[in-house]
């Protein structure tokens, strides 16, 4: 099974701050990663597909980069909103895998 | 604008088996795949299986191989997970969820379904 890791579990923020969430597969994955925003009580939300490729009604705040094992979800500007538990996925190969989830709170 | 309704929250006991139903609405079911995945109380999510609504073919995770068994009734285009011999192990939130256009991604999940196993 492919692992992926995510390298915080949780880290304070601050709202208009940049904040970059890393994602790293145990091997390459070929950019078939998501990233999905989940807040308490809620089921997941999409957010980026492709490693890149935004979902419709996803702020542009919201970037994903990266390629082989190494991934990155960027959110310019942090709103509010924008707090939650943030999950990478792969779907480059079965069983699909996701990352323990990074927690973003405020200060 | 797809959507996927989850039954009700179950309490079961150990041993029993549960079927959880996910009816959809807003999307052709039968050109779907349908995923169910697990999570428990501030953990990540786990995937279990998925379904292909036109053919009801399916892909286990190997880890619930014979533990969770996928149908569907394309007549009311809804999805079922039957889990069996549970354990307390079992409990948490079952999500059903659609498969992106594009991959083995997420892009429409229900609302969940929490699964208590108690004596």
């Known amino acids: 099974d492919i692992q992926m890791t995510q390298s915080s579990s949780s880290f304070s923020v601050s709202l208009g701050d940049r904040v970059t969430i890393t994602c790293k597969a145990s091997?390459?994955?070929?950019?078939?990663l998501a990233w999905y925003q989940q807040k308490p009580g809620n089921a997941p939300r999409i957010l980026i597909s492709?490693?890149?490729s935004l979902e419709i009604g996803v702020p542009s705040r919201f970037s994903g980069s990266g390629s082989g094992k190494d991934y990155t979800l960027s959110i310019t500007s942090l709103q509010t909103e924008d707090v939650a538990t943030y999950y990478c996925?792969?779907?480059?190969?079965?069983?699909?895998?996701f990352g323990a989830g990074t927690k973003l709170e405020l200060k | 604008q797809g959507q996927m309704q989850q039954s009700g929250a179950e309490l079961v006991k150990p041993g029993a088996s549960v079927k959880l139903s996910c009816k959809t609405s807003?999307?052709?079911?039968?050109?779907?795949?349908i995923h169910w995945l697990k999570q428990k109380p501030g953990q990540s999510l786990e995937w279990i299986a998925w379904?292909?609504?036109?053919?009801?073919?399916?892909g286990y995770n190997q880890k619930f191989t014979g533990k969770a068994q996928l149908t569907v009734d394309t007549s009311s285009s809804t999805a079922y997970m039957q889990f069996s011999s549970l354990t307390t192990e079992d409990s948490a939130i079952y999500y059903c969820?659609?498969?992106?256009?594009?991959?083995?991604?997420?892009?429409?999940w229900g609302q969940g379904t929490t699964l208590t196993v108690s004596s």
């Open positions: 492709g490693a890149t």
């Open positions: 379904i292909y609504a036109g053919t009801g073919g399916t």
């Open positions: 996925q792969q779907y480059w190969s079965s069983p699909l895998t």
């Open positions: 091997e390459d994955i070929y950019n078939r």
């Open positions: 969820a659609r498969r992106g256009g594009y991959g083995n991604y997420i892009d429409y």
């Open positions: 807003g999307f052709t079911f039968t050109s779907s795949y």
